[in-house]
Structures are given as C-alpha cells and as structure tokens.
C-alpha cells in the first residue's frame, strides 16, 4: 500500500478512502481487468463457439496483467465484473441445454482452467522479457524431461515433446473441448429424467 501510494504521490491512509486495504485493492484491480473482458449474448445455435472465444478471452486479459491470474484463485468471486463474467459463462452452457447442475459445476472447472493456462502462462514468461513467450522455459523443461533416468520414468522421458508441447491457447482450447465433451457424454448417458440436450 505504501508503494502505490507513493506512485500517486500520497499517503498510504488516503488510499483506504477507496479500498479496504490490500486485499480491497487487489479485488479491484482483478474487476478492473476482469471489466476488460468482452461478453456474449448466449445463442443457442453457437453455445460451443462462444465459450471457446469468452474464455479465450478470459485468458487473453488475466496473461496481459502478470500476477492477476495467480490473485483469482485467492477468493471466491465478489466483484461486479467477475460476477458478470462467471453469470455470462453459465449462461451460454445453459444455452447449450446443459443441466443446472453440471453447467454450474462446468462453469466451475473452466475458471479454473483459464486461470491455471494464464498463471502458466506468467510463469513461463521470463520476467520483465516477453519476446521469446517462454520458450527457454519450455526448452529447459523438455531437456529435464528428457533426461529423467528411463528404468524409472520411462514415458516421462519417452514422450517429453508431447508434455511440452502446445501454447496456452493451445492447451486452453483443448481443455475447453475435453470438459465440454464430457459433460455432454454424462449427460447422454446420465440419468433418464435429464431435459434433452441441445447438442452442438
């Protein structure tokens, strides 16, 4: 608190006029970002395409705010803007004729989801550099997955290319496909007084 009140050139008491202290200042800044984020009319007819693009979204403006991604996971959502991301999310998978219950539990899942690629994302970007998009990182996890001894981790080691392999949105728009797959195959085969889906 006393740092940003110097880069405002105050002192830290006046600060708490606005927020309640540091955790105060920290939602705001994560409704700041989150407010950023475009939304979607649910449609019906393009449920699937919306949740890629929203939560691609999502990830897009926790990754250009380093540290934001890592703060989401602090505290359940209280602010206005998180809100309305996390209303607008449920409202497109209950668009695509998921059950309440699994599209508030899949609702759930893709926060976290977004939010683990994002804060992977901060991780594997050097600090204060963002021109190589963490390749280095990525290089150095391969050769350490590569070299891990074979009579112990052999499929580690056999197939280090593929553990490392994929940008966030690569990694994101797989993990989107893969919980949206299996939401809809529970529902398939879940209980026989489930509405019918509307299948994409």
């Not at 599209?103 to 991780?123: G, H, N, P, Q, Y």
């Not at 989107?176 to 529970?186: F, K, P, Q, S």
């Amino acid at each position: 608190m006393r740092r940003v009140a110097a880069a405002l050139d105050t002192g830290a008491a006046s600060l708490y006029v606005y927020v309640s202290g540091r955790e105060g200042l920290l939602q705001a800044m994560l409704d700041r970002v989150t407010a950023t984020i475009e939304l979607e009319a649910p449609d019906p007819s393009r449920w699937r395409a919306q949740l890629h693009s929203l939560l691609q979204r999502m990830r897009q403006a926790l990754v250009a705010h380093r540290g934001i991604a890592a703060m989401t996971l602090a505290d359940p959502p209280k602010t206005d803007a998180v809100l309305r991301l996390t209303e607008n999310v449920l409202g497109i998978l209950l668009a695509g004729g998921l059950d309440p219950q699994d599209a508030a539990w899949a609702c759930d899942i893709f926060v976290l989801v977004v939010t683990a690629v994002a804060r992977e994302d901060d991780v594997r970007r050097p600090r204060g550099r963002s021109d190589d998009g963490g390749r280095e990182q990525v290089a150095e996890l391969y050769r350490t997955f590569a070299g891990l001894p074979p009579d112990r981790f052999p499929l580690i080691a056999a197939y280090a290319a593929q553990m490392v392999a994929g940008d966030g949105d690569e990694r994101l728009r797989f993990a989107i496909d893969v919980v949206i797959d299996g939401v809809l195959a529970r529902a398939r085969v879940g209980e026989p007084n489930r509405p019918p889906l509307l299948l994409p």
